[in-house]
């Protein structure tokens, strides 16, 4: 075997620990995360964990990056279908994130709605990268939002976004069903185009 084949298989490997450890974060949160379980969904052996990170705690601030990735990028995509067809930035923002198969599926959704009422309780280390997260959310929201917003539109633009869709898994049908309705409430609120 050669060398790349070898670091080909690691990174392999690194990947599945990855999902797999976002997958169980979005799904069951911080403490729901367990090195047996996560190894196990990537099919691979309980020792080959430390090959790959030196604490628990490195390997959730990893998969929160990769889960944040992965749902950003998937989030993206939605939004420039919405665009293409003629949605505002602010309507496909709203209706990407409010979309029926994010409530459905958390985890494969955003970690700030999956996360966000525990991440004041982490470590300094998970604080630091959830809180990047936060900013990120933020940051979608203001390059959705007119040029001349203030800057605290798209906190509340986020922060109405999380807890819409928190709200609405929480209630499971009931929520999904108060979704139109939200959706074209932020709309009008926040869509200035």
Excluded: W
Aim: hydrophobic share 45%; net charge positive.
């Amino acid at each position: 075997m050669n060398a790349d084949s070898k670091q080909s298989r690691r990174e392999q490997s690194h990947a599945r620990i990855l999902e797999a450890a976002g997958r169980a974060l979005r799904r069951q949160g911080y403490a729901g995360v367990g090195v047996a379980e996560v190894m196990k969904e990537a099919g691979l052996t309980h020792g080959g964990f430390y090959a790959h990170f030196k604490s628990r705690d490195a390997l959730l601030a990893a998969a929160i990056e990769h889960a944040a990735a992965d749902s950003a990028a998937s989030l993206t995509r939605r939004i420039a279908t919405l665009q293409e067809a003629g949605a505002s930035p602010v309507r496909a923002l709203v209706e990407a994130y409010l979309a029926d198969l994010h409530v459905s599926r958390p985890e494969r959704g955003c970690v700030v709605a999956a996360l966000g009422s525990e991440m004041p309780r982490q470590n300094e280390e998970l604080l630091e990268v959830s809180r990047r997260r936060v900013a990120a959310l933020v940051e979608r929201a203001r390059s959705a939002l007119s040029a001349d917003a203030p800057p605290e539109r798209a906190f509340l633009l986020a922060s109405s976004l999380v807890g819409a869709l928190q709200m609405a898994r929480s209630l499971g049908t009931e929520g999904q069903a108060l979704l139109p309705a939200t959706r074209a409430a932020l709309i009008a609120q926040y869509d200035t185009i």
